[in-house]
């Protein structure tokens, strides 16, 4: 097992509240896969308006935050820190699929692996649980740019 816990999280992503969507990595092997995870809370600032009478987290930020993973992945297996002269970013979704919705009390799974990389461009399968549940699935890229 590989964890990280929130202090090791924060080195690896620049995101920080309210977006940032990743609260700890299980496990991760460099190069193939990573396991993350979130706990959706009713104190999410989304769901004051998405929607106030039935609490939804919006499709996009689950996206979002298997893209975080992968950001994670992708900077372990190259074996660096994100500088202060480059970012990563997100330049593709496909194939994403909403299964079931993500509420208050949920504890997200975020199931990233790499299909490939070439010429800079990181390419991922992403899932989302909550429990055995699937709730989303996608196809990620990304890439590692300086600034």
Not at 83 to 96: E, L, P, Q, R, T
Not at 115 to 121: E, L
């Amino acid at each position: 097992m590989n964890p990280l816990d929130i202090h090791e999280v924060l080195k690896y992503l620049p995101h920080r509240y309210p977006f940032l969507l990743i609260d700890r990595v299980l496990d991760y092997t460099r190069d193939e896969s990573l396991t993350a995870l979130k706990n959706v809370t009713i104190n999410e600032p989304f769901f004051q308006g998405h929607f106030p009478h039935h609490p939804v987290m919006p499709g996009v930020l689950i996206v979002e935050a298997m893209a975080q993973a992968c950001a994670i992945l992708s900077m372990k297996s190259m074996d660096s820190l994100p500088g202060d002269g480059s970012v990563y970013y997100f330049v593709g979704i496909d194939k994403a699929r909403f299964k079931r919705p993500v509420g208050p009390g949920d504890q997200l799974i975020f199931k990233v692996a790499v299909k490939r990389k070439m010429k800079g461009i990181w390419m991922f399968a992403g899932e989302a649980y909550v429990g055995d549940e699937l709730c989303c699935s996608a196809e990620l890229m990304c890439t590692y740019k300086g600034i």
